[in-house]
């Protein structure tokens, strides 16, 4: 799993605690890690599959009467233990930064200037709606769980602020240079 | 019902050699129990914004209003008694007792001015203490109080008075992390009460959680941010798609 999402990582310490369906696995993740990682059912059952094709995982389909229909209930082999603690133990990396605002400021053109200070703002009021969805009642603070939980709505914020920051001083530099042009 | 508004202020600060815009043509408006976070990086002009808001500085140019009053053109003396009570709180993170004395004393000293004695005013003042989690520290003199007790004990001197608007400059001081999530806690939950409006504003995002309305302010320009994602049309924007 070297090297692979980081989602898969922690998609596999949740299979680890608990067997569970797509469904109550997305809920966990999404409580665990916040909104900010924008988590989409697609990429939950993409990396379900993947586990299950490095064989980190198993699946069994159960049937059942109830509203919820048939489901598939995913169950950790006996690899997962030794894949989790090496990815636990695996370097992390830098994700890439703002690639796209970067690359139009790249060859923007001086005329270009308030459309770009136009899609700041759209990113900046992006930014706080993130926020405003990440703002539900952290749990306190007692096991590594609460810390998982605490620690990853800690790193959603600061990441936002460093966004907004970022964008105060690229509208500052955008505003500057578009005057001396 | 708009309890405060700020209208067109423009605040400068300058030495003759230098001008520096501090606040650039700011529309705000604060409704009664309202709950307002501020959000900005350092030197972004939210300490000024709150100071105009509470009429401690006045705008170079604009006007500001509470409750139907026009704060600016208000002489001193008559905006002081205005704010006294039922009016303006402003308690700021970085708040210092002037005089080294029992914390409980340092409270109840705000209420002296409203012809109470100092008697009178403990009973309140230990009350206030109490409600924003310092009951304990009523006894210890200020000059012995953690950043963290400080800025609740600030908060204790500010409602005693019962303010209607609350502002908090920078709450995020303590560098317990605990204790900072405690402190946004009881912000919010003072927010949460129907007679009390209140504005946070400060760079740390935590502390502006559980706001009803969002703003960011940089270079002096104060931008609303609503959740739905929609612009919010101030004459102070500059740059429209």
């Not at chain 1, 949740?14 to 966990?28: E, F, I």
């Not at chain 2, 067109?8 to 604060?30: A, H, I, K, M, S």
């Not at chain 2, 509470?54 to 053109?73: K, N, Q, Y």
């Not at chain 2, 999530?181 to 927010?191: D, I, P």
Request: proline share 5%; hydrophobic share 40%.
């Amino acid at each position: 799993m070297r090297g692979s999402s980081p989602l898969k990582g922690a998609l596999l310490g949740l299979v680890l605690q608990r067997p569970g369906h797509g469904y109550d696995l997305a809920n966990r993740l999404d409580r665990r890690l916040g909104p900010a990682w924008q988590i989409t059912a697609k990429d939950l059952y993409r990396m379900l599959e993947q586990l299950e094709r490095a064989g980190l995982v198993s699946s069994r389909r159960v049937f059942s009467d109830g509203p919820t229909g048939n489901r598939r209930i995913y169950s950790p082999t006996e690899r997962a233990e030794l894949a989790l603690t090496e990815w636990m133990n695996a370097g992390t990396r830098m994700a890439p930064v703002r690639a796209e605002f970067q690359a139009k400021i790249a060859v923007a053109r001086t005329q270009d200037a308030p459309r770009l200070l136009a899609s700041l703002d759209t990113y900046e009021r992006e930014c706080f709606s993130m926020f405003n969805a990440s703002t539900q009642d952290t749990p306190p603070i007692r096991s590594f769980a609460g810390i998982a939980v605490h620690l990853s709505r800690a790193s959603a914020r600061l990441h936002l602020r460093a966004e907004l920051e970022w964008i105060v001083l690229a509208r500052r530099l955008i505003a500057e240079v578009a005057t001396l042009s | 019902m708009t309890l405060l508004s700020l209208t067109q202020v423009t605040r400068r600060y300058g030495d003759g050699r230098r001008e520096v815009l501090v606040l650039d043509r700011v529309n705000l408006e604060v409704d009664a129990g309202d709950f307002v976070g501020v959000w900005g990086p350092r030197r972004s002009g939210k300490t000024t914004l709150l100071r105009v808001a509470a009429g401690i500085e006045s705008p170079g140019a604009g006007a500001v209003c509470f409750d139907g009053h026009v704060l600016t053109s208000m002489p001193a003396g008559e905006r002081t008694r205005l704010l006294r009570t039922h009016g303006i709180a402003h308690v700021c993170g970085d708040w210092r007792p002037q005089l080294n004395q029992p914390t409980l004393d340092s409270v109840a000293m705000s209420l002296l001015s409203d012809r109470m004695s100092l008697r009178e005013a403990r009973p309140i003042a230990h009350r206030a203490l109490e409600k924003v989690g310092v009951g304990d520290c009523a006894d210890v003199w200020t000059g012995r109080l953690s950043q963290g007790e400080r800025i609740r004990v600030g908060l204790a001197r500010a409602l005693v008075r019962q303010p209607r608007l609350l502002l908090v400059d920078e709450p995020a001081v303590s560098p317990s992390p605990v204790e900072c999530g405690e402190l946004f806690a009881l912000l919010r939950s003072l927010a949460g009460r129907s007679d009390l409006a209140v504005l946070i504003a400060s760079q740390d995002l935590e502390a502006l959680e559980g706001a009803r309305r969002i703003m960011s302010i940089s270079d002096g320009i104060l931008r609303s941010m609503d959740q739905a994602g929609v612009v919010v049309a101030f004459p102070n924007q500059r740059v429209s798609a």
